[in-house]
């Protein structure tokens, strides 16, 4: 799956390899949102809602070579009938930031109540 920083992610990023100011590390766990409308570097996609969809924790090993993946399997259950295009990652603040996006590699259609997974290694995150 291909991935993207956002914007804010981009300047938290800079801001620390520059030492400028004091850049908010995020709070963790990140959490991994599904969407039913990609977003861009500025501004979120649609989040599935319904069923029984929630944002999952993500878990990650240390990067290498600048990447890293999911150490876990992410599996939601009881999904609405919606097609899933792309993901995000959020952080878990009050007021959460949203630090990746990327698309899927291909839409996933789903019926009600369907199981949806992104096995370990799955998602993987990059600077690049």
């Given at each position: 799956?291909?991935?993207?920083?956002?914007?804010?992610?981009e300047n938290?990023?800079?801001?620390?390899?520059?030492?400028?100011?004091?850049?908010?590390r995020p709070t963790t766990s990140l959490k991994v949102?599904?969407?039913?409308?990609?977003?861009?570097d500025a501004t979120a996609g649609t989040e599935v809602a319904g069923g029984s969809y929630s944002r999952k924790n993500l878990t990650v090993a240390a990067a290498v070579a600048g990447a890293t993946t999911n150490s876990a399997d992410l599996l939601w259950s009881g999904?609405?009938?919606?097609?899933?295009v792309g993901w995000e990652i959020w952080d878990n603040a009050g007021a959460p930031v949203r630090l990746w996006y990327g698309p899927l590699d291909a839409p996933k259609t789903?019926?009600?109540?369907d199981e949806y997974k992104i096995a370990a290694g799955g998602l993987s995150i990059s600077i690049s």
């Open positions: 799956m291909a991935d993207n920083l956002t914007n804010t992610a938290l990023i800079l801001d620390w390899i520059n030492g400028v100011g004091t850049p908010t949102a599904l969407l039913t409308a990609a977003g861009d999904m609405p009938a919606c097609t899933i789903l019926a009600a109540n």
